[in-house]
Each structure stands twice: as C-alpha cells, then as structure tokens.
C-alpha cells in the first residue's frame, strides 16, 4: 500500500475524550469511548464536522487513544476533558475505504509502507484518523484517513 499523499499539516488545538487500551484487548473500548465522545459533542458528529482518532502513544501494555475535534482554544475546556496540540508536520496519508472493523488492517499496511521506505520514518509524533463527511457514524463505514506522522528518513 501506497500513501494517497505526503502532506503538511497546520497546527491544531484538539479537546475529547484520552483513554489507555491494553494491547491484549485489541482496541475493543474504542467504540465505546467514540460513543462518549459523540454525547459530548453532538452536533459535530451530527453535522460530520472532521474528527479525529489519535494515537497519542504507547507503552509495554497499552496504548493512549483520543476520540477529540479541533477547537480554538484549549484554556476554557473542562479540567477533565483530554486536550492536545498538534504542531506544523509532514504526514503520510493513506485511505481506508471499508468498514472500522477492519481499520486494524489499513493501519498495519502504513506501518509496513513506513518500515520498508527508503525516504521516510516515523517522526515519533502522534499518528491519527480523519473522520469526515465521506465517513457515516451511523453505520460505522465509509472512508477514513490514517495520518502517519513522517520525516525525511536519516543515515
């Protein structure tokens, strides 16, 4: 698999929900967390504004997931709600066409584009999934971007 694009992207303030997942489950609590997410923003999955899944690292078990969408300001958020900022990056981006139950899919054939490339590597930033208008929550398929954080490869 192919990226569609390497792209830059401008910074982002993004506010939602941050969950760890144990590796051994496989993600099964991100639909759940997506569900959490939708009743604390409504309107923005209603209307399809663009949505974003982040990978915002990992450990020896588990992994930290965000389900957030882009705000302007991160100061008058609730103490609770997770919160990030992404800074200016280079991103491989590659498209996932199908149903979110085979998204695992999609992410491991960009990791393996990114092992095997001769350009690029990870820039060790938070990779993540763009949900947009070609994206129906209410179905849970249609096409979602996997954003690879990428920088020119070294040595």
């Known amino acids: 698999m192919e990226p569609l694009r390497i792209t830059k992207e401008r910074p982002m303030l ?16 991100i639909g759940e967390q997506w569900l959490e997410f939708q009743k604390l923003f409504p309107a923005r999955i209603q209307d399809r504004t663009r949505c974003y899944g982040v990978i915002c690292g990992a450990g020896p078990s588990s992994f930290e997931y965000m389900c957030g969408t882009e705000v302007e300001s991160l100061e008058a958020l609730p103490t609770d709600m997770g919160r990030m900022r992404i800074h200016v990056q280079e991103y491989a981006v590659f498209e996932h066409p199908g149903p979110l139950s085979a998204i695992r899919s ?14 690029y590597q990870s820039a060790e930033k938070p990779d993540f999934e763009v949900y947009d208008k070609r994206f129906d929550p209410q179905t849970g398929s249609g096409i979602v971007e996997i954003w690879i954080a990428v920088v020119p490869k070294q040595g």
Not at 14 to 28: M, T, V
Not at 106 to 119: D, E, I, M, P, R
């Open 14 to 29: 993004l506010a939602g929900i941050r969950r760890h997942h144990p590796f051994e489950e496989e993600g099964r609590g």
């Open 106 to 119: 999609t992410w491991g054939a960009a990791f393996s584009w990114l092992k095997s490339s001769t350009v």
